[in-house]
């Protein structure tokens, strides 16, 4: 390919995706989810379920195209959708949100980072810190901004950062400190000391909190506290969520961002000449969702656990050393055991070896730091309790 010039070359730098020859390569997840196909293995990478969500969900969707709800909503996001983001984080989190004010609406987390990113960072001399290894997106978007990417390690088993770490990667040319919590691809949550510390130190320094909460209904026996809880972090975070993970749609790619006004003027800015708006069927059918009962949402984080216990008890069983996720799609496993020194070659094999599908974790970790994560594996327990024991029963007998 004739080398043509632009922001695609650091974006794809900054994911890593970009080859010696200098071409871009796909991402780690369109990789493995074209490796799963064409061998016919059974597929435990790309977060997605591989169950129909809510039925009251997808008939809304459903009703809403019949109904003509099909040209554009207005830029900001369905009146109707933005009242019940509000609704929810009063319900679930006791955050007081004005629906007009607070809220945007966006093509899936993904667009809510990008244009979050792209709005708040001016140059190269802005600093993003993110706790590693990282959503490959985070380092691509941050590239594509421009900005100086820092990290912070979380190391196994319990993936919860270092505080003295964390305090002295923060600094006045902190432009956002960026949090995924509950953590893909390790599935930690964050403990309330570290929030702190996150809300602290973005005070101290005057930086923004851009925090990425898609897993936020899907953790195990403990609550989602968002950090736009704490009162130092309030005024300065952008909270993303969106729908995919937790109504089983990841397809819809309809997700938001709560903030301060200020905030949500600066993003709209941007996010306007992105895709102005999106998904006009399925807003009002996520409102439908966030409007579920109380049992929903319990039994959709119980119903993971339960597979997450399945795949987990599995994978030991196998011989690989197990993380325990406190939330989360995935889990984490140690190959070093079975004498695996290298996951990337591992899970290259992997689907043609034994017929699964794995993503190593050094896809989510910069070339600097992957040394530390040679030997580990993602695993996603989304999947029907049937697919589970198959994945189980072929590593068994391959391994
Ligand atoms: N953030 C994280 C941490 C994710 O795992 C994902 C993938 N689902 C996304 C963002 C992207 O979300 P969406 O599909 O809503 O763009
Ligand atoms: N969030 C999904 C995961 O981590 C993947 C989304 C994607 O393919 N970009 O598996």
């Given at each position: 390919m004739t080398r043509i010039p632009g922001a695609w070359q650091r974006t794809a730098r900054g994911a890593g995706l970009l080859s010696v020859h200098g071409e871009p390569s796909p991402t780690i997840f369109a990789e493995m989810s074209a490796r799963a196909l064409a061998e016919d293995a059974i597929n435990l990478g790309q977060g997605f379920p591989d169950e129909q969500g809510p039925p009251e969900v997808l008939e809304a969707a459903q009703r809403a195209i019949g109904d003509g709800v099909n040209q554009y909503p207005p830029g900001p996001g369905a009146p109707e959708l933005r009242c019940a983001i509000a609704s929810h984080q009063e319900r679930f989190y006791g955050l007081s949100v004005d629906p007009d004010r607070d809220v945007l609406v966006t093509a899936g987390a993904t667009e809510a980072l990008a244009a979050t990113l792209l709005a708040l960072i001016d140059g190269p001399d802005d600093e993003v810190v993110v706790f590693e290894p990282y959503y490959d997106a985070y380092a691509a978007l941050v590239a594509l901004a421009g900005a100086t990417l820092r990290t912070v390690p979380l190391r196994s088993p319990g993936f919860q950062p270092d505080l003295d770490e964390l305090t002295a990667t923060v600094c006045d040319r902190t432009r956002v400190i960026l949090v995924n919590d509950p953590h893909n691809p390790t599935g930690t949550v964050f403990t309330a000391e570290v929030r702190s510390q996150i809300a602290l130190l973005a005070d101290r320094h005057d930086a923004y909190i851009v925090t990425d909460e898609v897993y936020e209904h899907l953790t195990f026996d403990l609550p989602h506290v968002p950090l736009a809880a704490d009162p130092r972090a309030a005024q300065r975070t952008v909270t993303i969520s969106s729908a995919g993970k937790t109504f089983s749609v990841t397809g819809w790619k309809i997700g938001w961002i709560v903030a301060h006004p200020a905030l949500i003027a600066a993003v709209t800015a941007v996010k306007q000449f992105l895709?102005?708006?999106?998904g006009a069927p399925f807003q009002p059918a996520v409102a439908a969702g966030l409007g579920l009962p109380d049992t929903f949402f319990a039994s959709r984080s119980a119903d993971l656990k339960r597979r997450k216990d399945l795949l987990g008890d599995g994978l030991r069983e196998v011989g690989f050393v197990v993380s325990e996720p406190a939330g989360t799609y995935f889990t984490v496993a140690d190959a070093a055991p079975l004498g695996v020194r290298d996951a990337e070659e591992f899970c290259r094999a992997l689907p043609a070896q034994a017929g699964v599908v794995a993503i190593p974790l050094t896809a989510f970790a910069s070339a600097a730091h992957r040394a530390q994560y040679a030997t580990l594996l993602r695993f996603a327990a989304c999947r029907r309790t049937e697919t589970i024991e198959e994945a189980i029963r072929r590593l068994r007998l391959s391994l």
């Amino acid at each position: 390919m004739t080398r043509i010039p632009g922001a695609w070359q650091r974006t794809a730098r900054g994911a890593g995706l970009l080859s010696v020859h200098g071409e871009p390569s796909p991402t780690i997840f369109a990789e493995m989810s074209a490796r799963a196909l064409a061998e016919d293995a059974i597929n435990l990478g790309q977060g997605f379920p591989d169950e129909q969500g809510p039925p009251e969900v997808l008939e809304a969707a459903q009703r809403a195209i019949g109904d003509g709800v099909n040209q554009y909503p207005p830029g900001p996001g369905a009146p109707e959708l933005r009242c019940a983001i509000a609704s929810h984080q009063e319900r679930f989190y006791g955050l007081s949100v004005d629906p007009d004010r607070d809220v945007l609406v966006t093509a899936g987390a993904t667009e809510a980072l990008a244009a979050t990113l792209l709005a708040l960072i001016d140059g190269p001399d802005d600093e993003v810190v993110v706790f590693e290894p990282y959503y490959d997106a985070y380092a691509a978007l941050v590239a594509l901004a421009g900005a100086t990417l820092r990290t912070v390690p979380l190391r196994s088993p319990g993936f919860q950062p270092d505080l003295d770490e964390l305090t002295a990667t923060v600094c006045d040319r902190t432009r956002v400190i960026l949090v995924n919590d509950p953590h893909n691809p390790t599935g930690t949550v964050f403990t309330a000391e570290v929030r702190s510390q996150i809300a602290l130190l973005a005070d101290r320094h005057d930086a923004y909190i851009v925090t990425d909460e898609v897993y936020e209904h899907l953790t195990f026996d403990l609550p989602h506290v968002p950090l736009a809880a704490d009162p130092r972090a309030a005024q300065r975070t952008v909270t993303i969520s969106s729908a995919g993970k937790t109504f089983s749609v990841t397809g819809w790619k309809i997700g938001w961002i709560v903030a301060h006004p200020a905030l949500i003027a600066a993003v709209t800015a941007v996010k306007q000449f992105l895709t102005y708006t999106s998904g006009a069927p399925f807003q009002p059918a996520v409102a439908a969702g966030l409007g579920l009962p109380d049992t929903f949402f319990a039994s959709r984080s119980a119903d993971l656990k339960r597979r997450k216990d399945l795949l987990g008890d599995g994978l030991r069983e196998v011989g690989f050393v197990v993380s325990e996720p406190a939330g989360t799609y995935f889990t984490v496993a140690d190959a070093a055991p079975l004498g695996v020194r290298d996951a990337e070659e591992f899970c290259r094999a992997l689907p043609a070896q034994a017929g699964v599908v794995a993503i190593p974790l050094t896809a989510f970790a910069s070339a600097a730091h992957r040394a530390q994560y040679a030997t580990l594996l993602r695993f996603a327990a989304c999947r029907r309790t049937e697919t589970i024991e198959e994945a189980i029963r072929r590593l068994r007998l391959s391994l």
